[in-house]
């Protein structure tokens, strides 16, 4: 790239903000020119508006830049990522669509608009040209692109790998959710300490869960997205772990594999299709198989593959559906931001900045 792309993020200092903050410190492609928050934040140093709550150091280059606010006059770049809560997200960020920037968005607010690729690069990098429909319908030069919930994330990934080979019928699908996923102070210890909590969010959790993944293992049809065929059943619990989100999920296939031997091979040697491959967020590898009897763990390994990588461990027989395993990905970064930056970029790849 000969001059990097001017970047901002908005929500910069909330959770996934700060994500956005620490994966785009010298990102070889992306310049951050502009961080936006709520007006209690603008007009600060950002190293004063925020409580900095990732384990490795602020990075320098944002210490002195001044928050501004959320609106296009204030932030003008190619690229916006969007760290925004639904509401906020649902009214500014088709302003910044307008306004010609492409919109990488965290939020839920557009992930089931027909024209708004709701992507995970290794899986459907296709749907990304949606935004060529989504410029047409909306007369916008800009666009917003969308990554699913922190849950679905994994799940998806894996279900791609084995729908490809096995073809997928039926997931049932138990996640326990790390903290972080609920944002910055998040839940009170009070509640979460010594507990669990089987409701995530104010609810509609399930529901993501039980449809994202749908959209994204569907097919490109004549510009718009025909939902793959697969039913889907979620609990969604609130767990006290930091970061990392778990997901115990049972599937039943079309042609059921014959051994476990070839579930694993199918899993580890899954790759991203060749546009999505060689990105420079793209994770390596795309999926981790653990085959000792007691992991993943979200301590010991969310942060495989620099936290982008999909660890799948405990794949065995199941007496109900086909198979059973247990699915890692970790919620703030190949969740949330990483997820973001990875669809960027393939925006950028593909041409259609
Ligand atoms: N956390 C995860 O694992 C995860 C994963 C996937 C998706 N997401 C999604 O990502 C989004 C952000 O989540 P989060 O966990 O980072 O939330 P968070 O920690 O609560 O941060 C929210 C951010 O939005 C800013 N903000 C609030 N109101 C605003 C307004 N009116 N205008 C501009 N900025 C405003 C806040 O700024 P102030 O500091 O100034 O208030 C803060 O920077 C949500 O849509 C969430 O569902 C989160």
Aim: with cysteine; net charge neutral; charged share 20%.
């Amino acid at each position: 790239m000969s001059s990097p792309i001017p970047v901002a993020v908005l929500g910069a200092t909330g959770s996934v903000g700060q994500r956005f903050i620490s994966l785009l410190d010298n990102h070889p492609w992306f310049k951050v020119v502009a961080l936006a928050a709520s007006d209690k934040s603008a007009g600060q140093k950002y190293s004063q508006a925020t409580r900095w709550v990732l384990d490795s150091p602020m990075p320098d280059y944002v210490k002195d830049m001044v928050i501004v606010p959320a609106t296009t006059e204030a932030v003008q770049a190619k690229i916006v990522f969007s760290a925004l809560h639904n509401e906020v997200a649902k009214d500014l960020e088709p302003q910044f669509a307008k306004a010609g920037s492409a919109v990488c968005s965290n939020a839920s607010s557009y992930r089931r608009g027909e024209d708004v690729p709701l992507l995970l690069p290794e899986v459907n990098a296709n749907h990304i040209h949606l935004v060529k429909e989504q410029r047409k319908n909306k007369n916008w030069s800009g666009c917003i692109i969308t990554n699913p919930n922190c849950t679905s994330t994994g799940l998806t990934i894996a279900l791609k790998a084995l729908d490809d080979t096995f073809g997928v019928k039926k997931v049932f699908a138990v996640s326990l959710q790390a903290l972080s996923g609920a944002g910055y102070p998040g839940i009170s210890s009070m509640d979460i300490m010594d507990n669990i909590i089987p409701n995530v969010g104010n609810g509609g959790e399930e529901e993501k869960v039980e449809w994202e993944p749908r959209k994204m293992l569907g097919k490109l049809n004549n510009n718009q997205i025909d939902l793959a065929d697969i039913k889907f059943s979620a609990h969604t619990n609130r767990v006290a772990v930091l970061d990392g989100h778990t997901v115990c999920t049972s599937v039943e296939f079309s042609s059921p594999p014959s051994d476990i031997q070839t579930v694993l091979q199918t899993l580890s040697s899954y790759q991203a299709p060749a546009e999505a491959k060689e990105l420079p967020s793209s994770p390596q590898p795309v999926i981790s198989v653990r085959e000792e009897a007691d992991r993943p763990q979200p301590r010991l390994d969310r942060l495989t593959g620099k936290g982008m990588s999909t660890v799948i461990g405990r794949v065995r027989k199941d007496s109900i559906l086909d198979i059973k395993f247990v699915v890692l990905s970790h919620n703030t970064i190949r969740g949330a931001a990483g997820g973001s930056i990875y669809n960027a970029e393939l925006l950028v790849n593909e041409g259609l900045l």
